[in-house]
């Protein structure tokens, strides 16, 4: 006989925790007996105990797993990744999407977002150093700054400044290599080299902004606030979004990925933009339309529509102008009742103009941006025109005024 105890997970045929198996197997025959007893104990399910370092992915982007940790639940050893079976995932869905695993008939599983953040229909140049990734470990701390310009860089002209209760500031009489890095530490001990700064009285927890200066002029910033949201300790390290293609001014929190206390990537970071052609980027957000957030919005229309708007304004103006102008262009998906259907971008603009006068939204989309441009400038030249007008106006006046004063004279 044999009693199975199976519990549903997350509506998955998951195996429950401290699930045990016990199969009795009992083989007579006429004149010898022969009993099995086989035990298989299937409590040890898969645990994740990090999930990768970043969720948030842009539209074309490669599964990321770096930093993911998954071990047995009772073995604290960690498992290879290589021994791991994942599910397919497919990056140019806009949306979440679940990431099956598999070790040896154990399953468990994560989420990504994939999204248009980031993403463009074009490779930039880029022109300008920036901080690419950040640490504070122990007391000590590590800086690194790109170079990704086509040119050698020579840091006479640049320093960092620590901003806080008392201003900091550090200069460099090193140069980057085109494509390569330079790291500032007050760690002597830290490899690959860097350059070592012999003040380790320095304190980065102490300073709210880490500010990159060309000639004294604000390059590239960081908020060391991130640090005290991310652990309480502000201790850490922050790696920029490989995307990120040039320095920002204002620090966006999305530009940068805590990576607990991983400092391995330290002195090779590269940029790897996200980039997809205007046609794709359209298709895959009449996809989203249709087959993703669009679909069975009825009973949570606003949700529906924000989160449609959200990934309508992230795409550049060349793909808003290819989806608003070309009605026609098929796209194909599974439905609301689980059947594969081909649909056109005039059915997706039909939906979301529904979602988007359901939400008091009605005039969202119902111009192209080519038309939006167009009645921008017109209102431009109107307004240039009233200037124009008022000034001369005004210039008239003061003349008709001062000859008048004249003429009294």
């Known amino acids: 006989m044999f009693k199975i105890n199976f519990k549903n997970r997350n509506k998955n045929v998951f195996l429950k925790q401290k699930v045990f198996l016990f199969l009795f197997v009992s083989i007579f025959y006429s004149d010898k007996g022969y ?44 498992l290879s990744l290589d021994g791991l079976t994942f599910s397919s995932f497919d990056n140019n869905v806009l949306g979440k999407q679940d990431i099956h695993i598999n070790y040896n008939n154990y399953v468990t599983s994560f989420n990504v977002e994939i999204t248009n953040k980031f993403v463009k229909n074009y490779i930039p140049s880029i022109k300008e150093l920036f901080i690419s990734e950040i640490a504070i470990i122990n007391g000590f701390f590590l800086i ?34 085109s494509k390569g890095t330079f ?101 895959a957000f009449a996809h989203y339309v249709m087959f993703g957030a669009g679909m069975f919005a009825s009973e949570r229309v606003h949700e529906a529509f924000l989160s449609l708007r959200s990934e309508f304004e992230l795409m550049s103006i060349d793909a808003k102008i290819y989806f608003s102008e070309n009605k026609s262009v098929k796209i194909t998906g599974i439905n609301e009742r689980g059947v594969l259907e081909t649909v056109t971008f005039l059915n997706a603009h039909n939906r979301i103009s529904l979602l988007a006068s359901k939400s008091n939204y009605e005039n969202f989309i ?7 441009l167009r009645e921008i400038n017109f209102s431009v030249i109107i307004l240039s025109i009233l200037s124009i007008g008022a000034y001369l106006v005004l210039y008239l006046s003061l003349h008709y005024k001062a000859s008048k004063n004249n003429l009294e004279l």
């Open 35 to 78: 009993k099995y007893l086989v035990k298989a104990d299937l409590s040890n399910n898969l645990q994740i105990v990090n999930k990768p370092y970043n969720t948030t992915l842009s539209l074309g982007d490669e599964l990321d797993l770096d930093g993911l940790e998954i071990k047995l639940e009772n073995n604290e050893n960690l």
């Open 144 to 177: 690194e700054i790109y170079n990704g310009t086509l040119n050698n860089v020579n840091l006479n002209e640049y320093k960092i400044t620590l901003d806080g209760p008392e201003e900091t500031n550090i200069s460099f009489i090193n140069n980057i290599e």
């Open 183 to 283: 790291i500032l530490t007050n760690n002597s001990n830290f490899s690959p080299p860097a350059d070592y700064i012999e003040d380790k009285e320095i304190n980065l927890k102490t300073y709210t902004n880490l500010i990159l200066k060309k000639n004294d002029a604000i390059i590239d910033t960081f908020n060391m606030s991130l640090f005290t949201e991310s652990n309480p300790a502000k201790e850490g390290v922050f790696r920029r979004n490989k995307h990120i293609s040039g320095p920002s001014f204002i620090n966006e929190a999305e530009e940068w990925i805590y990576v607990r206390q991983d400092i391995s990537n330290f002195g090779t970071h590269t940029y790897k933009g996200a980039f997809i052609s205007i046609e794709e980027q359209a298709k």
């Open 366 to 372: 119902l111009l192209s941006p080519k038309d939006n």
